[in-house]
């Protein structure tokens, strides 16, 4: 019993431990799956870190890949560093080397604005004096010229009033004469027809038009008397027409002035004064108005009864506008002008002293052109010339008959005496008609080995008084003597004469006389008088524009006395020939064609213009070409010469003609202006000589340009030789405005037959020009453009042999291009 219990106890004390060892293992079972559930944890932890490691990895090789790279681009970056710092620190040496030389220049310059403005100093005004002084000369020159137009202006209107008053006077008396003379005393009735009182009567109406427009244009102009524009500033204006550059204005009052009156009218003519210069003391004083009062033994009477002697002054300026005390002004260069100049040799022109090339002609300031061979001159070569013209004064009657060769040569006329003829008074420029001119001519003929050589030269001879009355009135030919007499005198402002001028003159026309009567008679081929004084601008009365006798005119009255009847004078001197067509406008037997520049007027002389064709029968033998501008050249010349020119002359049918040559159309000519080549000139003399069986004078005018005139007359010569000059014909294409001039031309109905063909193709080939179309229809004018446009077209639609359209110059059209 006791054992019993005691194994109860012991086994529920084992139960019971049992049980504490279940619940243990229950214990350790929960703590199992714990740890189970632990180890998933973290076995899910370990894959999330092994692939966050994975992750980090790539993320390790791209940054270890990435330092890498930008490890290199370091290494580069400091290659290029280092690059950069050695160019730097060149840059910066190269601009240590600049600073420097700009600090060397800028010093430099500092020393020379330092010695500049020094010089300044020292040179007083220097050249800003100089530019300031001349500017007031200019000024002062601009403001004396208003004067003097003013001047001018008043005495001119003077002028024509009093003109006026004489020709109303005059008409008064004419108005009256009829009732005296012109009533039939038998029948008491008044004569009808008595054309020579209605010829007077129409005369002085025509006479009051001309100075009415004259007076008119006057006004005009005189506002716009000096024009400065380019190479046209050279010529100064004087009433209506332009003088050349020697104007008035450059001559002094010095001069002593007599006024000739010749012919019956008692009014003051400017242009058939004379003015003398008493030079220096060595001269005897002449008693100048006894003298013309016995010289013009026409009628010498003092100019509006003042007795005492006048100044140029005096006359244009008598209504006293002037103080006598500003005498100075007439030569300002020696009061208002410091400026230093230098006048070209070769065309005279002034240029300021900085410039070393003539602004005009080019030439040098230096230039040696007058030192050499024949060009050299002195004043004892002039003695010597004129020893030796008193020696041939001997036998100044051998005749050129005898020593023209009986070859057919080209003969050539010349003679050093007249090279005496030359302005006395001392300017700042030479005369641009001066001796020089000839003696250009004659070193390039020379060094051509023309003349002497090729061509036979001919005995000078004086013209006689009768010769020179064919074509002068007495007043030209005793006021051209009578200047022989003084040192000085003046014809026009810019017509001068010496002692040897008369001289001079003489020779001229009576070489021109003495070639024409040996070319027409057939002792010489052609020839060419290399004379001077020129002559085209001297009228029946007048001596002017640096002409005294009309060489020209005189030549075709020496033609004419040799048996020619018809005489052409072709002048293509730039300025209009207004002596010769004078002289010849009412003769048929001489035609007068002339090729000039013209503007309206406005160029010297200002005459010649297209409707100027002859008068008093002589109506259709005078055919002015007046170009509208200078700058006319070569083809301009060659298109006008083609299409007017040598279609009058042929009908013309001339058995003499004689080229009035002036060389001032030349390109360089300084009163010119225009650009005719040696070449053109051979050109339009080789058409000329197509003429009157090639019997042709050429006599030389104007041109200033010596080396312009040297070579035009050279090439001349060349084809009075037999030469041909090199001008394609076919390429000849007129400037615009010469077009226009040419296409413009209206010589009313004295040319019908001047009717051209103008090469449409030849228009097409070449169309720069507006086309002009000349339709032989009267009422052109007023058929509508495009209506004559489609004609053309059909024309040449329909194959007429080039389209020819004729040429008319009455009758034309003007319009687009076709
Ligand atoms: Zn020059
Ligand atoms: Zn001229």
């Known amino acids: 019993m006791d054992d019993s219990g005691a194994i109860l106890g012991q086994l529920s004390a084992l139960k019971d431990m049992l049980d504490l060892v279940n619940e243990e293992i229950e214990a350790n079972f929960q703590i199992t799956r714990d740890i189970e559930s632990e180890i998933v944890k973290c076995s899910e932890i370990e894959r999330n870190l092994a692939a966050r490691e994975s992750d980090l990895m790539k993320s390790m090789y791209m940054l270890q890949f990435e330092i890498k790279g930008l490890m290199a681009m370091n290494d580069e970056s400091r290659t290029r560093r280092e690059c950069l710092q050695k160019e730097l620190s060149c840059m910066k040496m190269k601009q240590d080397e600049i600073l420097e030389r700009m600090n060397n220049k800028r010093e430099a310059f500092s020393t020379l604005c330092l010695e500049f403005q020094k010089g300044v100093d020292e040179e007083g005004r220097g050249k800003v004096g100089k530019l300031l002084a001349e500017k007031e000369y200019l000024e002062n020159e601009v403001h004396q010229l208003k004067r003097k137009i003013n001047s001018l202006q008043n005495s001119m209107s003077d002028f024509v009033q009093e003109i006026f008053e004489g020709i109303d006077a005059y008409n008064s008396e004419l108005v009256l004469l009829p009732v005296r003379f012109l009533v039939d005393e038998r029948k008491g009735q008044i004569k009808s027809g008595n054309s020579e009182n209605d010829k007077l009567v129409k005369d002085i109406n025509e006479l009051k038009a001309t100075l009415l427009v004259c007076l008119q244009q006057f006004h005009h102009d005189s506002h716009t008397s000096i024009r400065a524009k380019g190479k046209h500033q050279r010529i100064c204006r004087f009433n209506h027409v332009s003088f050349p550059r020697l104007s008035f204005l450059s001559l002094k009052p010095v001069c002593r002035m007599v006024v000739l009156e010749g012919g019956h009218t008692d009014h003051k003519s400017v242009s058939n004064t004379m003015q003398i210069n008493q030079l220096g003391n060595a001269e005897p004083h002449i008693n100048i108005h006894d003298q013309i009062a016995l010289t013009n033994g026409m009628a010498g009477k003092m100019c509006s009864g003042k007795h005492e002697d006048m100044t140029l002054e005096d006359i244009y300026d008598k209504d006293g506008d002037y103080d006598e005390e500003d005498d100075s002004d007439w030569e300002p260069v020696e009061k208002h002008m410091p400026i230093a100049t230098w006048f070209c040799v070769n065309c005279t022109l002034v240029n300021i002293d900085d410039a070393i090339y003539c602004h005009i002609c080019g030439e040098h300031k230096e230039s040696g052109i007058l030192r050499h061979g024949f060009l050299a001159s002195s004043l004892h070569e002039a003695e010597s010339v004129m020893n030796k013209s008193l020696e041939q004064n001997g036998n100044s009657e051998a005749s050129c008959s005898q020593s023209i060769s009986p070859h057919k040569l080209t003969a050539v006329g010349f003679d050093e005496r007249m090279l005496l003829h030359s302005e006395v008074e001392r300017k700042s420029h030479p005369h641009p008609e001066r001796p020089d001119r000839l003696r250009a001519i004659a070193a390039s003929l020379a060094t051509a080995g023309i003349f002497p050589g090729r061509c036979h030269p001919i005995s000078a001879r004086e013209i006689t008084r009768e010769e020179l009355l064919a074509v002068h009135s007495v007043e030209n ?329 004729m040429l008319s110059g009455a009758n034309y059209c003007k319009g687009e291009r076709l």
Request: hydrophobic share 40%; aromatic share 8%; glycine share 10%.
């Open 477 to 805: 030919i005793e006021s051209v003597e009578l200047s022989s007499q003084c040192v000085s005198s003046y014809f026009t402002p810019d017509t001068y004469a010496n002692k040897d001028s008369a001289l001079a003159a003489r020779l001229a026309a009576g070489l021109c006389a003495d070639l024409a009567s040996a070319i027409y008679s057939g002792r010489a081929k052609n020839g060419f008088a290399l004379v001077r004084p020129p002559g085209h601008h001297a009228g029946v009365k007048h001596a002017m524009g640096f002409c005294l006798h009309n060489n020209a005119a005189v030549a075709a009255s020496a033609a004419q006395a040799a048996g020619a009847k018809k005489v052409l004078i072709l002048d293509w001197d730039v300025h209009h020939g207004n002596g010769t067509q004078e002289i010849y406008e009412q003769n048929k037997t001489v035609l007068y064609i002339s090729l000039h520049r013209h503007e309206g007027g406005k160029f010297y002389p200002g005459t010649g213009a297209a409707h100027e064709v002859g008068s008093m029968g002589g109506e259709g033998y005078c055919v002015n070409v007046p170009w509208s501008r200078g700058e006319v050249g070569d083809n301009d010349y060659i298109f006008a010469f083609e299409h007017i020119v040598l279609p009058i002359a042929r009908e013309f049918a001339p058995d003499f003609t004689i080229i009035s040559a002036g060389f001032d159309a030349a390109r360089g000519d300084p009163l010119g202006c225009c650009d005719v080549t040696p070449v053109g000139y051979a050109q339009m003399t080789k058409m000329l000589t197509s003429l009157s069986r090639g019997k042709v004078l050429v006599i030389l005018e104007g041109g200033y340009n010596l080396r312009s005139i040297s070579s035009s007359a050279t090439a001349v010569i060349k084809v009075l030789l037999g030469e041909n000059p090199e001008i394609m014909l076919e390429n000849v294409v007129p400037s615009k405005s010469g077009l226009r001039t040419v296409l413009d031309l209206n010589f009313g109905n004295h040319h019908p037959s001047l009717c051209h063909i103008l090469d449409l193709t030849k228009l097409e080939e070449k169309p720069p020009l507006n086309c002009f179309l000349y339709l032989p229809c009267p009422l052109i004018n007023q058929v509508p453009f495009s209506q004559i446009q489609s004609k053309v077209q059909l024309l040449i639609a329909s194959g007429t042999s080039h389209s020819s359209i």
